[in-house]
């Protein structure tokens, strides 16, 4: 039988299957006490992927004009946990931030800066790391994932990960995560970890007992050679993630040699069972139109993957151009992406310094000067 955490132990078992975004107007436990602050990043350690895009970045740019405030990070720390080249680094962090603004992120209304401009995220990083318990972070089902049989091998920052992602989130007492679904468990983690340091400190309430939002048709975009694994950056293949910066005909070519069955398109969803390369099809092509997979069933009840193939590339083709195309833009003065980094650090660092300065003096360090 599985162990109560924390969270569960205080507040009670959680539905491990969904959750669901809390509905607008009704405040989360954490809301009643802290302000409604949106955390959320991406690892600079590629070029990104439409699952990047669908299961983050749209979401992020969507969460900015709701009553957020928001704050969105290119975590170059953890990229750091696997093998960077330090040239590729740079550039895929600005490469990023290009990406964040071309889909429609404002500087001036979000909090855009990289991680290790704020050093509070390692400094609190390193506290977490003593109240993380290594039962938990042995359950983390990513690390085992991208260590695999290496286990041995990898870096210690790999295994210590999923504490310093509950630092970049509770650095700013952020009250809601926009995350695809393979974060879930790293998100329950930081929730587990706040509710220990609030219980282990006497602090009730300190940290919020942050909510993940995973939400809409795309929190999983699957690979396109095989619709049971992950679109990721770092997948062996290029021809089985469709990366922000591919040109038209490549899209077109990537969903063209897409996997898929013989079958055509069924009639409603629960044809969908069992089709994992069809239904995710069908989810992206919800994603991208705004839709729902109910919504684009309906209109290709019947189809074959001659019709719907070409439609989805035409938009994916129509939704990611315009993106690419100001990225390349703006990536050619990266002196104004660095401009907007330094000024995204230092409003970071006018949130995070107090937290930590009140997180030191609650576990007793001495501060010589305040
Ligand atoms: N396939 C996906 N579908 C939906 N959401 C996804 N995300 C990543 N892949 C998908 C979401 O993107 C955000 C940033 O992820 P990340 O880059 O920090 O780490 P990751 O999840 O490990 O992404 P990758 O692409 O798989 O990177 P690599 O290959 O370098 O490890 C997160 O919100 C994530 O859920």
Known sequence: MRSLSIVDALFGPRD????????????????????????????????????????AIKRFVDMQNDDFETIYCVVDMHAITVWQDPATLKFATRELVAAYIAS??????????????????????????????????????????????????????????????AADILIYKATHVPVGEDQKQHVELTRDIAAKFNNDFKVPDFFPITEPMIDGPATRVMNLRDGTKKMSKSGASDMERVNLTDSAELIVKKFKKAKTDPEPLPDSLEGLKDRPEARNLVEIYAALSETTPDAVIAEYAGAQWGRFKPALADLAVSKLEPIST?????????????RILADGADRANAIAQPILNDVYDIVGFVRGRQ
């Open 104 to 165: 429609g992120l404002d500087p001036a209304k979000s909090i855009v800066f990289n991680q290790s401009q704020v050093p509070a995220h390692a400094e609190l990083g390193w506290i977490f790391n003593c109240v993380a318990r290594m039962g938990w972070m042995n359950r983390m089902t990513q690390f085992k994932e991208k260590s695999g049989k290496n286990a041995e091998a990898v870096s210690l920052g790999l295994y210590a990960y999923p504490a310093l992602m």
């Open 326 to 338: 100001e990225m390349s833009r703006l990536m050619q003065d990266t002196s104004e992406i660095d």
């Open 16 to 55: 491990k299957t969904t959750i669901l975004p809390p509905m607008k107007g009704i405040k989360t436990m954490a809301e009643a006490v802290h302000t409604r602050r949106v955390f959320s990043g991406i690892k600079p350690s590629g070029g990104l992927t439409l699952g990047n895009y669908l299961g």
